[in-house]
């Protein structure tokens, strides 16, 4: 029996171990690496090469538990095509967010990596923009019933428009053009147009979701 216990003991031992070496220290330098693309696309971001874009490398902390600022660290500026490598010493409990400074004025909001992915000993990291674009909305309904309305009580991105009812058998492109941001979902929230439409006699809420090119102007039908 002990010649037994003696083999076990010992590969309990190593298998202790070979799981510590395999477990990140609590201090290490971390290598960050990446490029500007525009969110939902391989698409590199353009920007005035006389004045190109900062990745700032920032770490969070704390006045209160309910007071959290942000100190930058370390900046690295990207560099023709848009590509950025930094390199510092991180805590494997510290809270790390990469932020950009002097983007071009099309890309109005950026979609940073989340920060758990930045305590690694070296990885690839896209840093996306989101592109500016431009919609106008054309409602239609190919449907003809009595009573058939449909109202609306919000526009496009962050804009509205005037206050419309439309009745019965629709095909109309409005006069307006609207700002707001490229592709699909963005933090959860996806374009829609959000309105009451009355059918056969019954009246409900109703969302009415679309898609926007990036960096594009185009029309948006909304079938209801």
């Known amino acids: 029996m ?35 693309l525009v969110w939902e696309s391989d ?11 900062v990745i700032y490398l920032m770490e969070q902390r704390y ?9 930058p660290l370390h900046s690295v500026t990207v560099n023709a095509q848009g590509r950025f490598s930094m390199e510092f010493e991180l805590e494997k409990e510290g809270e790390y967010y990469l932020e950009i400074e002097g983007f071009n004025e099309n890309l109005y909001y950026d979609m ?6 930045l305590y690694q000993k070296k990885q690839s990291i896209d840093y996306r923009l989101v592109a500016k674009s431009w919609a106008i909305p054309r409602f239609i309904n190919e449907v003809n019933l009595p009573g058939d309305t449909f109202s609306y009580v ?9 206050l419309l009812v439309l009745v019965g058998e629709t095909d109309t492109t409005m006069p307006w053009i609207h700002q707001t941001w490229g592709g699909s979902a963005i933090k959860n ?20 979701y679309f898609f926007v090119p990036p960096g594009d102007t185009s029309i948006v039908e909304i079938r209801y």
């Open 63 to 71: 006045y209160k538990p309910w007071s959290p600022y942000r100190v």
């Open 2 to 36: 002990k010649p037994l216990q003696i083999v076990l003991c010992v590969m309990l031992l190593l298998g202790w171990s070979c799981k510590k070496s395999d477990e990140l220290p609590d201090r290490m330098v971390c290598t960050i690496e990446g490029e500007l």
């Open 43 to 53: 698409k590199k971001v353009e920007f005035d090469p006389d004045d190109p874009p």
């Open 112 to 117: 940073a990596p989340s920060p758990e992915l």
């Open 154 to 162: 919000s526009g496009i991105g962050q804009q509205t428009w005037p």
């Open 189 to 208: 929230t996806r374009h829609f147009v959000s309105g009451q439409l009355i059918r056969s006699g019954l009246a409900r809420d109703t969302n009415i």
